[in-house]
């Protein structure tokens, strides 16, 4: 079966040089879904090997791939919206090693959160994304409130701060929506992985201005008061599963990050 996967991983299969402690795997063949900030998406004309800014690399995932790729802490799956795209999931992870193992998932059955569970999932990600006074203009599948309802079923399943829901910051939402519905989400067992919004040529939404780094800071010091309660420089880290840095996957490199990666902390923090 055909995945793709993230250059820092693809690197690490051709030169041995780990770059992250997580593993990152998508899905191959698009999405039907119609998010306008997605080059995954059936709207999109961009490269079907790009997520966000990060080029992603086709291989077969086998046994062999399955074996190189254990020495991760952590295996993530970013999945699309296709045809039979969760029985593909349960074949991806059937073979997949490693011990720690996360999923990024639209609202699907629950029957199958417990087979995730099963083959060691142990952290959910959702995609909601926006607020839903903006549901229909970013071009979201389903409704706001099915995903919500899909959220706190997660919860239950995989247990109170197990399951992350992803806000993209910049897509015309306000401070106060965004801090409302994190706050919402933390009263019912979820934590919050924060992105900043990206333009990508060849979506709906290549032309739409990314947020100044200042408002995405504010964000993160929001989100860290609201789960943490304190503030912190440690709220400039990427916020997601246990391992996971998704290295430039909102920023160049050579301009200032957005996401800090757990490795570059101890510079940050001199800088």
């Not at 990060?54 to 296709?82: G, H, M, P």
């Not at 401070?175 to 409302?180: N, Q, T």
């Not at 997601?240 to 301009?255: A, L, M």
């Amino acid at each position: 079966m055909k995945v793709l996967l993230s250059s820092g991983t693809y690197y690490y299969l051709k030169r041995g040089i780990k770059v992250s402690e997580t593993a990152y795997a998508l899905q191959y063949g698009g999405c039907e879904g119609k998010c306008k900030f997605c080059t995954q998406s059936v709207l999109s004309n961009a490269d079907k090997t790009y997520l966000s800014r990060v080029k992603w690399y086709l291989v077969d995932f086998n046994d062999e791939t399955a074996e190189k790729l254990s020495i991760f802490s952590r295996f993530c799956l970013q999945t699309v919206i296709k045809k039979g795209f969760v029985d593909e999931v349960i074949d991806i992870l059937k073979l997949t090693r490693n011990k720690h193992k996360s999923v990024t998932i639209t609202p699907i059955e629950v029957s199958y959160l417990y087979k995730f569970k099963e083959l060691n999932v142990d952290y959910l990600g959702v995609g909601l994304d926006t607020v839903k006074r903006l549901w229909d203009y970013v071009g979201k599948p389903y409704t706001f409130d099915e995903y919500m309802k899909f959220i706190k079923e997660a919860v239950r399943v995989f247990g109170r701060g197990h399951v992350y829901a992803h806000l993209i910051v910049g897509l015309g939402e306000t401070d106060d929506e965004l801090i409302s519905l994190m706050k919402e989400l933390k009263d019912i067992g979820a934590e919050v992985a924060l992105f900043a919004f990206t333009p990508v040529k060849g979506t709906p939404f290549e032309n739409l201005e990314r947020p100044s780094l200042e408002r995405y800071r504010h964000i993160q010091r929001m989100r860290y008061i609201i789960f943490e309660g304190k503030n912190s420089k440690l709220a400039y880290l990427t916020s997601g599963c246990p391992s996971c840095d998704r290295p430039y996957y909102n920023e160049d490199p050579r301009d200032k990050l957005y996401n800090i990666p757990l490795r570059d902390f101890r510079w940050y923090m001199g800088s």
